[in-house]
């Protein structure tokens, strides 16, 4: 540190890598359910709409719900050990997800993880927040978020380093033990090397108490943001396609050409992710930060304008006849779609008043959730399932996805509205934050 509360650039920039590698664990843990889904619905015999509800509904529950109590103790206890106490615990759910040998079990396995992964952002966006000033916040939560596209593509390069050498040879269950037994190792270097920053360092000079208000108006606070409100369901209704598209590639590109290596498609679904989610998360958080010094209403115009272009591209990529064009459209898609992260990170850490920021991404997160991942999977693998009565698998796969696709509207419609509304609410939250 360079004096009382100040980290050096290289210490906050290790602990930022650090927090983002822990960020990608948690994608890691969520995304490897919807790549292994074909194998584990065969194995274990589960419909789509099960398969969507063990993706979704039954993680996201316990995810968005147990997130807000374990964010109000973060607002107020040690924010590095809750992390890696909550890295641990869903590691260990994790790998018992690879001993479930029926729906229930999996289903309970995979509500553990969603428990362990609720006490995982709310500390480390707090954390970033008191080592970047809000000039940079956008920027550095924008890396920590590059954490969904590198923990995506890792789940993917775990499945086809671990898998055997035809499409039939996917042992799933050594794959999740695997992941999860690595998560806990993870949660041990976590606790040893990072040190709890000083709360508010990067909000203002002088030494003040912080206080800590009651939980129900932690709630009721942030609620009351109206442009938090609306970057909160702009995120939600964009994730909802995401979430519901992550679950269901995998097993429409099987449908699409059956004899399409199963290693090289997720090699490639790896890359893509890999490289133009994060690219779209990075750039973005970076220009939101640029464009932002000029007309605060760029933290809402750019994601707005980002998911303005993913609705047609989405729709067209589930309607192309080969496996590599959806593919090249894949890749547009994440691209456009990874700006918003940055951004909206920064939105409810900047206009959360400082003892309640842990909470304000729960709560955030609470919203996006329960929409999204509990929404979005369940909803189109019940949708595939309807469609599924009159159509072929592949057309029953397609409509799902059409109709799923234009939910991304009310999503770019909340962001113009949040972009609208944050001018006024930043300026109050930079007031309330100088003088508490």
């Not at 993917?156 to 499409?167: H, I, P, R, V």
């Not at 199963?262 to 779209?280: E, R």
Request: proline share 5%.
């Amino acid at each position: 540190m360079t004096d009382k509360h100040q980290p050096t650039k290289g210490y906050r920039t290790f602990v930022l890598i650090l927090l983002t590698i822990v960020y990608g664990f948690n994608f890691i843990d969520r995304q490897i359910v919807g790549i292994l889904a074909p194998f584990i619905q065969a194995d274990l015999n589960l419909t789509n709409t099960e398969l969507g509800l063990l993706i979704g509904l039954a993680f996201a529950i316990f995810y968005t719900t147990v997130a807000i109590p374990i964010a109000w103790l973060a607002d107020r206890y040690n924010r590095v050990n809750i992390l890696s106490i909550a890295l641990a615990t869903w590691s260990g759910f994790t790998a018992l997800t690879g001993l479930a040998t029926n729906f229930v079990q999996i289903g309970l396995a995979r509500m553990g993880v969603g428990v362990g992964e609720a006490g995982g952002s709310p500390p480390s966006h707090s954390i970033i927040s008191d080592m970047y000033p809000k000039e940079e916040r956008a920027s550095a939560l924008g890396v920590y978020s590059m954490g969904i596209p590198l923990g995506i593509m890792a789940a993917y390069f775990a499945t086809a380093s671990l898998m055997g050498s035809s499409n039939e040879d996917v042992n799933w269950r050594q794959i999740f033990i695997f992941l999860g037994l690595t998560g806990i190792a993870l949660a041990f270097v976590v606790k040893l090397v990072i040190k709890e920053p000083k709360r508010g360092a990067m909000d203002f000079n002088q030494d003040k108490e912080i206080t800590k208000p009651p939980f129900i108006q932690s709630i009721k606070t942030l609620l009351q943001i109206p442009a938090w409100r609306a970057m909160c369901f702009g995120s939600a209704f964009g994730a909802f396609v995401s979430y519901s598209t992550s679950a269901f590639q995998t097993k429409y590109l099987i449908a699409l050409d059956p004899n399409y290596d199963f290693k090289t498609l997720v090699i490639i679904l790896g890359i893509i992710n890999g490289t133009t989610y994060a690219g779209g998360a990075f750039f973005g958080a970076r220009l939101a930060d640029s464009w932002g010094k000029k007309d605060i209403r760029a933290y809402g115009w750019l994601p707005a304008i980002a998911i303005t272009i993913c609705l047609p591209i989405s729709l067209y990529s589930w309607w192309v006849p080969t496996v590599h064009m959806h593919l090249a459209l894949t890749t547009f898609f994440l691209l456009f779609f990874g700006t918003w992260a940055g951004p909206s990170f920064a939105i409810a850490q900047t206009l959360a008043p400082i003892n309640m920021r842990a909470m304000s991404t729960a709560l955030f997160f609470f919203i996006l959730n329960m929409i999204a991942l509990g929404g979005g999977p369940s909803f189109t693998g019940w949708m595939i399932d309807i469609f599924k009565e009159s159509n072929e698998e592949i057309e029953s796969v397609r409509y799902a996805m059409s109709v799923t696709a234009f939910l991304l509207i009310p999503s770019m419609i909340s962001f113009m509205i949040a972009s609208k509304l944050l001018p006024k609410d930043w300026h109050a939250a930079e007031l309330k934050n100088q003088n508490d």
